[in-house]
């Protein structure tokens, strides 16, 4: 069965750093983009980057520009995310979700606190 699982959440301080990963099974990895988002209490669901099924092309929202890298290993089923210079801001569930044409899949997420 398809699964996403990602892991690599936890607390940090502001200004330090995470890499989140997302590891795929069940279908096949390399056909698919891969997104990040995130949903922090009582937002909504925010895009914070994509890239495409070749690790080609990455798109950022506005707000962790700069900051954040999302990148992929089709080798290995896996997508990254890797947050540098976190503010409390970007406390949130973070979720993995892979799209083609007709089809797509979540993660369940995993919790990043940015806290002192």
């Known amino acids: 069965q398809v699964q996403l699982v990602e892991s690599g959440g936890g607390l940090v301080q502001p200004g330090g750093s995470l890499r989140l990963s997302c590891a795929a099974s069940?279908?096949?990895?390399?056909?698919?983009?891969m997104s990040w988002y995130r949903q922090a209490p009582g937002k909504e669901r925010e895009l914070v980057a994509t890239?495409?099924?070749?690790?080609?092309?990455?798109n950022y929202a506005d707000s962790v520009k700069g900051r954040f890298t999302i990148s992929r290993r089709n080798a290995k089923n896996t997508v990254y995310l890797q947050m540098n210079s976190l503010k409390p801001e970007d406390t949130a569930q973070y979720l993995c979700?892979?799209?083609?044409?007709?089809?797509?899949?979540w993660g369940q997420g995993t919790q990043v606190t940015v806290s002192a």
């Open positions: 890239v495409t099924s070749d690790g080609g092309t990455t």
């Open positions: 069940g279908f096949t990895f390399s056909d698919y983009a």
């Open positions: 979700y892979a799209k083609r044409w007709g089809r797509n899949y």
